[in-house]
């Protein structure tokens, strides 16, 4: 079964003067269950709004929205009841509980007793390592530990449905490596089914199997980060000369994305499309007589993949 299934979303926000803002324009995609999506696009894509119209925060003007088969545009209450939502990173927290008020409170919300849920909420605050932490209130604690929280909260209600708004926003590559791990764990060992949404494309390409990148209120790709790789493949090399040279009459002839000179080399960043044009420079740069010390091959990185995608899509 599908855990969600989006069909022709669209949502305009009235303006209080002035124009409408058409956040949404019409998109469609679906989550199998046991998946993990990311979410990607630049400020204003409209990723928030399409989370919000998910999880019932805000109503869309037209379209379908069905979670595991239950219709969320007019069965909210019961379709959502299998959902919960981290927005914003740390908004959904209470401030004024303690961490562990915030558990119980949010374990309640689903209608399951502190004593039920006891065990679970030990090895929350053990796994996010908030013990220590269990009667500081929540406005206290750093934002890395709310983020936890937030998401501790989130599991506690034990639906098999998670959005997650920028999960790893504000926190320290330290924290945020865990945070990783710790979402990736939900899908492979709980079954849990995710849809992330991120500015950051490490986080994306390090946790999700697909991605679907929004731009202006509409889709611009949805396929799985190894084939957007495949597709937007780009073989840029790094050529690193001994000496410091001059290069700049090669960008005549080939794609020069850089030139930098570190440790008394020249490292040259090129993108060539074909063995032919790597060869070519090869022989080039040794008809010069320069030293080549290294060549690198670099892998394509999400955020090329990104940025194509972007400007094909305008
Ligand atoms: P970001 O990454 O910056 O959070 P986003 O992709 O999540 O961006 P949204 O927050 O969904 O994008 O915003 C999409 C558009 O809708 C923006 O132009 C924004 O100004 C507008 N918008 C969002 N919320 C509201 C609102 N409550 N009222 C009016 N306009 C809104």
Known sequence: MKALEVKD??????????????????????????????FLGPNGAGKTTTI???????EPTKGNISIFGIDAVNETRKAVSNTSAVLEGNRNIYWRLTTREN????AGLQGRSGKEVGPEIERLLERFDLKEKEDTAAR???????QK???????????????????????????????????KRLTTEEGKTILLSSHDMNVVEDVCERVIIMNEGKILANDS?????????????????????????LKEKYDVNEIKYENGNTKLR??????????????????KDLRLKEVKNLDTQMEEIFMNVIERGR
């Open 103 to 106: 558990l119980e409170f949010f």
């Open 9 to 38: 979303l669209h949502k305009t926000y009235p303006q209080w003067r002035g124009e409408s803002t058409k956040a949404v324009k019409g998109i469609s995609f679906s989550v199998n269950e046991g998946e993990i999506v990311g």
């Open 149 to 183: 929280l937030a998401l501790s909260c989130a599991l506690i209600r034990g639906t098999d449905f998670l959005l997650l708004d920028e999960p790893t926003l504000g926190l320290d590559v330290k924290t945020s490596k865990e945070m990783r791990r710790f979402v």
């Open 270 to 287: 090129v993108s060539l499309k074909d063995s032919e044009s790597f060869y070519s420079l090869v022989n080039h740069l040794q008809e």
């Open 225 to 249: 980060v190894e084939n957007l790789k495949d597709i937007f493949k780009i073989n840029l090399y790094d050529f690193i000369l001994e000496g410091e040279q001059e290069l700049q009459k």
């Open 52 to 58: 919000k119209c998910l999880c019932g925060l805000v």
């Open 140 to 146: 206290k604690l750093s934002r890395g530990m709310q």
